[in-house]
Structure formats: structure tokens, C-alpha cells
């Protein structure tokens, strides 16, 4: 079996263990349905008015219209023939087409990516094969790419982003071109009005003044192959998915309960961004107090940089168990109840998925490991004035 079809055959397994456990659930908090025949939106009877997951081992088509966040995962093609509006991502082994207006489009393809209608906002491409952006096609936000080729026959309004190898663009860019690739080649109709700015290990490579400013950088450059990427999200995942489970093992659910409930939702991001200049500052002074006393100025060094390094570590464990037991919380005293193990899965993917986003990624990181030693301090603060106040209760009892 080729490594391309064993990541496919694991992400297929994967989305199937998270089936599995949504239908155990007594009742569904994601809309999940899996066929292995061809699938139809059009013949699908659900309203879409929760968030959705659609897998299918053949061809799908998109022909009815929906508003709704979800995923669709084909082992096989996706056309979207109908018009999408708010946030849906895309998994295909095959072909994705985007034939009608959508909102916004994240695609993971490991075959081409042919776009032929308007994308209102940003589309994000990541895959194995080719992404064409049709005569018919226009994107008015950012396009955001990484794979081998690609080919603007459309308008793009916003920014190009990401990193391919072969770049050809036949058509205008009002937006700028900020990225890392090999090849780089433009059409008679070609115009970039915001200038170009790439890297490249081409050292060849030119670009004429008619078509935009540019600004090249001549770097060895190393890409993420989509396989590579697809293994060290679901790493990630999965090893974040095991150390909740240990926790649920070592610490019992009621009191992991108790814990969550002592987080203020309000103090959570002062308290985070408090501690983490504390952290800083300790660290900047150390730095300085290392010139001076040598001793103590090690000593704040190792601490700060301790702490970093274990909320680093530890952030997606620390936000997700909060989530996880917020989502448990939330509709426990509804009908509705939720599986602890699928809400797990999907919160900590989320998690990863988000802080892999480029350009963005690293600012949602930060905003986790903030969030992180918010929730800590929130804890250990409520377990303070809760300790202090049984104190006082005891002395007034004497």
C-alpha cells in the first residue's frame, strides 16, 4: 500500500471511531452521517442546523444549499454544484470542485482543486495536486495555498499566500503575493498591483517590472509534503486524546468537575495575560540580574523558561479539558448527552487544526497558552479564597 493511501485509510479510520462514538451518544450534538455509496446533498433529509460531518467512500455532490459549519469526506471526488454560505472544510482523495459560490472553503486534497465560481471570503488549499483557479473563478479574500502548482486564470482580489512550487498567474491580483516558491511564470494579462514578495532557491528566477514591485529572497527552503502535515496533526491528536484519557483515569470526573467550576469565564483571559507578563518580566529580569548576581539571575532564568516550557506543552491539554467539560456541563441538565470521548476527539483536532492555520496560527497558539495559564490561576485563586474563607468559617465557629 502506498503511504499517500495508508494516511487516507488512517484519517478514514479515524473519522469512523468518531461515527462509532456519535451514534452510542443518546442523543447527537454533531450531525453525522456515513454512506459508501455516492452521496447527494440534494437526497439528504437533515435541516443542517447543528454542525455537521458527511463521509462517503464514493463521489460526492454538493447540490442543495446550506449555511451550516461542517466537514465533507470523500474517498472519492466533491463537486459543489449548489451555493455555501458560512465555513466548510473540505477532504477528498480525488478532485475538488467549487462550481457555485461558497462563503469560504477549507480543502485537503490529495488529488487537483478547480475552482470555478466566486469565494466571497478566504479559501485555504492544502494538498498533492494542482489548484486552478478557473476563468469563471474569483476569490475576494485571501487565498491561502500549499501545494505543487498553481494556476490563476480568475481574479483574486485579497492576498496570495502560502507556499507552491510552480506559480503561474494569468490574470490580475489586487491584493500582494507573499510566498515561498521555485517557479514562477505570468501570462500577457498578468498584473500583481500590491507587488511580490517570494523566497525562493531559484536563483533564475525573475519577474518583470510590467507585472508587479517585487522583492525576491534567495533561501533553501524545506516544504511540509500534505502527508507529512496530515501525520503531525493527527499525531498531535492523538497524543493529546491520551493524556486527557490518563487524566480521566488519575483524577475522578467529579472532582475534575469541581475544578472547571472554580473558572471564572470572565477572569480567565486577565488572569492569562497577567501571568504570562509575570513570566516575562521574571524572565527579562533575570537576564539583567544574571549581569549582577549570578546565582539568582539563573535561578529566574530556569524558572521562567521552565514555565513556558511546560504551558507550551501542556496549553491544548489544559484549554481542551476545559472545553470538554464546559460542552458536559453545558447540556447536562438538558435531554441532550454528550459523548465524552467523541466531544474529546474533536475539540483537541480543532485545536490542532486551528493553530496550523498560517499566518494566523501562531497569534491562536499565543491566545492558547494565554488561555492556559488563565484557567491554572483562575483554579489555584478560587482554591485560595475558597481555603480562606473555610478558615474564617472555622475561627467564627470557635
Not at 95 to 106: F, G, H, K, L, P
Not at 258 to 281: E, M, Y
Amino acid at each position: 500500500m502506498k503511504k499517500s493511501k495508508l494516511v487516507t485509510a488512517f484519517v478514514m479510520v479515524l473519522f469512523t471511531f468518531i461515527l462509532i462514538c456519535n451514534q452510542v451518544s443518546a442523543v447527537q450534538i454533531f450531525d453525522s452521517k456515513t454512506t459508501d455509496g455516492i452521496y447527494k446533498a440534494s437526497e439528504d433529509d437533515s435541516s443542517f442546523d447543528i454542525p455537521f460531518m458527511r463521509v462517503s467512500e464514493q463521489r460526492m455532490e454538493i447540490d442543495k444549499s446550506i449555511s451550516q459549519l461542517g466537514l465533507f469526506f470523500s474517498y472519492s471526488s466533491i463537486d459543489v454544484n449548489s451555493s455555501l454560505t458560512g465555513v466548510q472544510m473540505y477532504y477528498s482523495n480525488d478532485t475538488v470542485r467549487i462550481n457555485s459560490d461558497v462563503s469560504n472553503a477549507v480543502v485537503f486534497c490529495t488529488g487537483n482543486v478547480i475552482v470555478n465560481a466566486n469565494v466571497q471570503n478566504t479559501l485555504f488549499v492544502y494538498g498533492n495536486g494542482t489548484l486552478t483557479i478557473g476563468e469563471n473563478g474569483n476569490v475576494n479574500g485571501n487565498l491561502i495555498c500549499y501545494c505543487p502548482k498553481l494556476e490563476v486564470n480568475g481574479q483574486v482580489d485579497g492576498n496570495i499566500l502560502g507556499d507552491v512550487s510552480d506559480v503561474t498567474i494569468n490574470n490580475v491580483v489586487n491584493g500582494k503575493v507573499n510566498m515561498n516558491v521555485t517557479q514562477m511564470s505570468f501570462g500577457d494579462g498578468a498584473k500583481v498591483n500590491n507587488g511580490i514578495n517570494i523566497n525562493t532557491n531559484n536563483p533564475n528566477l525573475t519577474i518583470d517590472e510590467s507585472v508587479a514591485t517585487s522583492t525576491i529572497d534567495y533561501v533553501e527552503s524545506q516544504s511540509e509534503s500534505f502527508r507529512e502535515y496530515v501525520i503531525r496533526i493527527l499525531s498531535n491528536t492523538l497524543t493529546n486524546i491520551i493524556i486527557f484519557l490518563l487524566i480521566l483515569i488519575f483524577i475522578k470526573n467529579d472532582r475534575l468537575t469541581k475544578l472547571c467550576d472554580r473558572i471564572q469565564g470572565k477572569g480567565v483571559l486577565k488572569n492569562g495575560l497577567v501571568g504570562t507578563v509575570g513570566v516575562l518580566v521574571i524572565l527579562s529580569f533575570g537576564i539583567i540580574l544574571l549581569m549582577v548576581l549570578l546565582n539568582l539571575g539563573i535561578a529566574a532564568i530556569i524558572f521562567s523558561i521552565a514555565v513556558i516550557i511546560i504551558f507550551a506543552l501542556l496549553k491544548n491539554i489544559v484549554v481542551g479539558t476545559f472545553i470538554v467539560k464546559l460542552v458536559e456541563k453545558k447540556y447536562s441538565e438538558s435531554q441532550i448527552k454528550p459523548n465524552v470521548i467523541l466531544t474529546c476527539i474533536m475539540t483537541f483536532l480543532l485545536l490542532e487544526i486551528l493553530q496550523n492555520i498560517p499566518y494566523i496560527g501562531f497569534i491562536i497558539s499565543a491566545l492558547i497558552f494565554v488561555l492556559s495559564i488563565g484557567i491554572i490561576l483562575s483554579i489555584l485563586k478560587r482554591s485560595n479564597n475558597q481555603d480562606s474563607k473555610s478558615t474564617v468559617e472555622v475561627i467564627n465557629a470557635k
